[in-house]
């Protein structure tokens, strides 16, 4: 059976039947990690789903951070809404051009701003495009909409809280990188970074959630492999992973099977960094 949860995941079908619907709004989110060699803007140019709009995961973010694509600050994340005529009312679509990657995110920004009217593309465009379905090279027509937010402070996580749930053990804390990223066996592709893990945490490589064609898993086949990696189902779950990207796929997957969730921001991209924090390697 497909999604078609206007607050998660929606499948192609689904879309194609509200393309037309005054008050939705598609954004494309794609975004990539270099060694993919591949530009999210210039594909956005040549083609993306008609009307959709293109949301720069690397802008909209808080300039203050050194690190990657943080949360932005309520007021910056309103701001560019609005330019892009993304506001109150709106049912938002967000989808990718590698399926099911960095749509997430998305989601759970629009989700940490207090806004639920948002569902991920299943399979993002490579289904869409796939099934012959429309597609334009024209910007969209945009017109600007008040949006309101409201930040929810526990769907994220910060270093220092991420660090006493380590010590504590109340949460779990599940890591989205590879196996051999998070053992410690293959090095970081970002420079500085210590290999290995936050200590206590588990390994869902986001990837084990997909299908082949870049769809989540039914939720029975998620909640097995969340349960076959360790994952304690009474306790709530800390996501990471290398900046904060993959991650939010776990969220989505935890959300579907109805799980507290929160994301760490700063990933392994800060973690990583710091030499006061203790790193685990292997797969313990």
Not at 43 to 62: L, M, V, W
Not at 81 to 86: F, P, Y
Not at 233 to 257: D, R
Request: net charge negative; proline share 8%; glycine share 8%.
């Amino acid at each position: 059976m497909p999604y078609d949860d206007p607050k998660t995941l929606v499948s192609t079908a689904w879309l194609a039947a509200h393309l037309r619907d005054p008050d939705l709004r598609i954004l494309d989110a794609s975004w990539y990690l270099p060694d993919m060699g591949r530009d999210a803007k210039a594909e956005y140019a040549a083609a993306h789903i008609p009307g959709a709009r293109f949301f720069d995961i690397d802008e909209i973010s808080d300039a203050r951070s050194e690190l990657p694509h943080m949360a932005p600050p309520p007021e910056k994340f309103v701001s560019r809404m609005r330019a892009m005529g993304v506001g109150d009312g709106h049912q938002v679509v967000v989808y990718d051009g590698a399926g099911l990657f960095s749509a997430a995110r998305v989601w759970w920004l629009f989700r940490l701003m207090g806004k639920t009217d948002v569902a991920v593309l299943d399979g993002g465009f490579p289904k869409w495009r796939a099934e012959g379905r429309e597609v334009e090279d024209l910007p969209p027509v945009v017109r600007d909409r008040h949006m309101t937010v409201s930040r929810q402070n526990h769907l994220v996580k910060d270093v220092t809280q991420v660090a006493a749930a380590a010590k504590l053990g109340d949460w779990e804390i599940v890591d989205a990188r590879s196996p051999e990223r998070f053992a410690g066996t293959e090095p970081e592709p970002r420079p500085g970074l210590r290999a290995g893990h936050i200590p206590g945490s588990r390994n869902v490589h986001y990837r084990r959630l997909l299908n082949p064609d870049g769809t989540l898993r039914p939720p029975a086949e998620l909640a097995r492999i969340f349960a076959e990696a360790g994952v304690d189902p009474a306790k709530p779950v800390i996501t990471t992973c290398g900046s904060g990207v993959t991650a939010a796929i776990l969220s989505l997957a935890l959300e579907v099977l109805g799980r507290r969730h929160a994301l760490y921001d700063g990933s392994w991209a800060e973690w990583g960094l710091y030499k006061d924090l203790k790193v685990a390697t292997g797969t313990d």
